[in-house]
């Protein structure tokens, strides 16, 4: 966690994140989404762990648990490739320098080394649900394991190098239009799932940002999904320290 904690917008300073982007530009949904994906990967890690090896159940919910995650981070990182790294890089044409332009390319080439771990650890998941044995665990472990090292790596990149490029050479008009872009990228049938998922767990101040900053109806539909996600939680992570 970063040792700044106050910026020119208040940006978040939450559990994980490794720098606060000072500007006028609010981060609040980067830094919100950063926060869920660590939090679900150190929770998979101690499920892979500690869950016993004939609790099939809980196998499949991690299973289906693991899916959902994998298209969450797969629908994020999409977005930025589609949505945000294009206008961050004509930003970057008018106002930078070639090596802002690198910083750039380098999310995406990023995103596609992090693909092909995602699906290894959805067939590990598979392959210990469908056949329990503790080779099929430690196969679950390494990979497990080996994401969250590249990811986070990623998202350290993101936060000390490309937030604050962001902060420096985007206009708010641009910034606006891609938060509203990405916003509308989402399907409606997923919609409950992130509320829930984006929220969960998210130290106080980010919950009171978030509400603020998505209005009434996000508070709304948070306390209709919320007790529906953390029961799928509970028994998906049943064996889970934290």
Known sequence: ???????????????????????????????????????????FASAAHRTPVGETAVWEALVARWG?????????????????????????????TPADAAEVRAMSEEHEGID???SACADAFRAMADHPCDAHRHAVEIRVAGLREVLDAHLRHEETV????????????EFDGVEKAIGRS?????????????????????????????????????????RRFERREATAFRYAEG
Do not use: C, N
Request: proline share 6%.
């Open 68 to 96: 959902r995650f994998a298209s969450t981070l797969h629908h994020h990182h999409t977005a930025e490739d589609e949505l945000y790294w294009p206008v961050l890089a004509g930003a970057v044409a008018e106002r930078g």
């Open 1 to 43: 966690m970063s040792t700044t904690t106050t910026t020119t917008r208040g940006q978040l300073d939450l559990p994980g994140q490794t720098h606060v982007a000072d500007g006028p530009l609010d981060h609040t949904g980067m830094y919100v989404m950063h926060h869920a994906f660590r939090r679900d990967l150190a929770a």
């Open 186 to 226: 989402y399907k409606a049938g997923d919609i409950g799932f992130i509320v829930g998922w984006a929220l969960h767990r998210l130290p106080q101040e980010g919950r009171d940002r978030m509400f603020a900053m998505a209005g009434p109806a996000y508070r709304v539909l948070h306390l209709v999904v919320r």
């Open 162 to 173: 490309v937030l604050p490029l962001v902060q420096r050479v985007m206009t708010p008009a």
């Open 116 to 118: 092909p771990l995602i």
